[in-house]
């Protein structure tokens, strides 16, 4: 078995080697291969890689490329995990919304938008690549925003399913605080990619007893820390948001917050930096303790999960993905991309029914559903009356003035990664 990961000079890299090391039953890679341009980079995180493997009795071959044909050239996946621009167009993402009121973040609003614009285009090259290398294989999107991307690898006719790591996050933590393992967790987990909700905790499988009242009356407090939203207000809904609702839920409040420190670019750019001197030293072999502080929790298991699912090995029956709505949301179209439980196999991804989502979370739903037809279409087709409609369609942004301020700062930040600008 072959695997490719397109991006493979990422700092996150070794969460997944780790994952692909533990879990090789699930998963029985014999090659995998780390694709990325930066050849500096791909050599530090190929050496600990390859240590890793060694360490933990993993007799699999790691390859380092700078050529994508090359790399994924016969591969039975190819997971997608790219930054376009690194992580100084991620802080402007983070910080030209903030002059005009707005929230700055890299996957959600206008930074989210920037980041559509800039990746949509080189994802689709890259999937063509690997169409005319390797027909068959299944490509795994991990690249923000991550609803987005699948949508745009999907309408193109690819063999995608998205994945984040949100769900498998929530799944551990309310594992341990059931005191019960993972895989006895299953979660009624319904929205768009980063736009989520938890609306029952279930034991046993889909049909398992619905524990989630439980959990907020006993687990309230630690749960709505990690929201950071007041308890209060996650008992009133009765559900569990993502922390990313958290940019809706207490806008103005984030951004007071987000004018007040370091951009988180910057945060994760020092921790990079680091990352990649403790890579370099060849006494290491296993992934650092800082690596847990960089993101991407659980994203290693949950890559080895969905990999396995659709390569006809192993894994979980069923997974959290982002695959076409086809019904599964009534009140949006079949090719919007949701992000549900799903029955994974070599077919791909099917949702599970979900039941009737309440007006509340259904109304958002939708609301960004629109903006992300709108932002697709820019990232498709470019030009500015498609970057302002974007943005005035989402919910974050909405007024015309806004909109207007963030299109000019948003091409002025990124022209030089697009061809229309």
């Given amino acids: ?65 700078g050529s994508l044909d090359e790399g994924v050239e016969g591969a039975d996946a190819v997971l997608l995990q790219l930054r376009v621009g690194g992580q100084a167009a991620r802080e402007q993402d983070e910080t030209w919304p903030l002059e005009c009121g707005c929230v700055g973040q890299e996957t959600t609003g206008a930074g989210g938008l920037a980041k559509a614009l800039r990746t949509v285009p080189v994802v689709l090259d890259i999937a063509e690549r690997v169409r005319r290398t390797s027909p068959d294989a299944w490509i795994i999107d991990f690249t923000n925003p991550v609803g987005i991307v699948t949508r745009a690898l999907l309408q193109a006719g690819h063999k995608a399913v998205g994945l984040c790591n949100v769900a498998i996050g929530f799944q551990r933590k309310f594992a341990r605080l059931l005191d019960v393992a993972p895989s006895d967790v299953h979660l009624d987990h319904v929205g768009l990619n980063h736009l989520t909700w938890e609306t029952a905790v279930r034991l046993g499988g889909p049909e398992g007893e619905n524990v989630l009242p439980r959990l907020l009356a006993e687990h309230g407090d630690a749960v709505a820390d990690d929201l950071r939203l007041p308890r209060a207000v996650v008992d009133r809904l009765g559900v569990v948001p993502s922390y990313y609702l958290r940019y809706f839920y207490a806008h103005d409040e984030v951004v007071r917050e987000l004018g007040s420190k370091p951009s988180r670019a910057a945060e994760v750019a020092a921790m990079e930096k680091e990352l990649l001197a403790l890579y370099g030293d060849p006494a290491l072999d296993e992934k650092p303790a800082l690596l847990g502080r960089r993101g991407g929790a659980f994203y290693s298991e949950a890559a080895v999960d969905l990999a396995a699912g659709l390569l006809g090995g192993g894994g979980s029956p069923y997974q959290v993905v982002n695959t076409y709505n086809n019904g599964t949301l009534p009140f949006l179209p079949d090719d919007a991309v949701v992000e549900v439980q799903a029955a994974v196999g070599a077919q791909g991804a099917s949702p599970l029914p979900v039941a009737p989502v309440d007006p509340l979370y259904a109304g958002l739903i939708a609301h960004v559903t629109a903006y992300e037809d709108l932002a697709l279409e820019a990232a498709l087709r470019g030009g500015r009356d498609r970057v302002f409609k974007a943005l005035l369609a989402h919910p974050l942004v909405g007024q015309y003035a806004y909109a207007d301020g963030l299109t000019d700062r948003l091409i002025a930040h990124n022209r030089e990664h697009l061809e229309w600008a």
Wanted: aromatic content about 4%.
């Fill in 1 to 65: 078995m072959k695997l490719a990961v397109v991006g493979g000079g990422s700092t996150y890299t070794p969460e997944l080697i780790d994952g692909f090391a533990r879990l090789r039953d699930t998963l029985p890679i014999t090659e995998l291969v780390l694709v990325d341009p930066a050849a500096d980079r791909l050599e530090l995180v190929g050496g600990l890689a390859r240590r890793i493997f060694a360490k933990q009795g993993h007799d699999g071959r790691i390859v380092t490329t």
